[in-house]
């Protein structure tokens, strides 16, 4: 099993690397005004978006595979995984909204400010947080 909670760990870092960045790219896409830098964006937020998706269904399946392995049944007071589950429930759905948002840019309806993609930037960085907090500290 430690194998596979390496592997876990990889893919939550590659998956976070995008979350992180992504949001990020879509600031500068939303401030650029020429044709060319548009498509730049859009090329890149578009591989992007590819290679977090491979982190983020490695991350599930590593994940599954150590709760079903590891933590099946729960034990008592675990809590704590309960909420973190949650917690990545939350982050699949951000997931998602990027996935929208990188649909509006690549049909030029993005409808957004850069001031709204810099406050959703530091959403999947709370979660992180919250996640590493649970995991590690256990707290209930």
Known sequence: M????????????????????????????TDTIDNAGRQRFRTMEKRLFAIMSIGGI???????????????????????LGLKLILVAGLLGFHLACWGWLRAFAGDHNQ???RYFRLVNEIPALFLLAIVILAIVKPF
Not at 17 to 27: D, E, I, Q, S
Not at 58 to 80: C, F, K, Y
């Open 2 to 29: 430690l194998w596979i909670k390496a592997f876990h760990i990889f893919f939550i870092v590659s998956w976070f690397a995008g979350l992180l960045y992504l949001p990020r790219l879509f600031v500068y896409h």
């Open 58 to 80: 490695g991350a599930v399946v590593t994940g599954l595979w150590l709760l079903l392995g590891w933590w099946w049944p729960l034990p008592e007071g675990s809590h704590w």
């Open 112 to 114: 957004h400010s850069a």
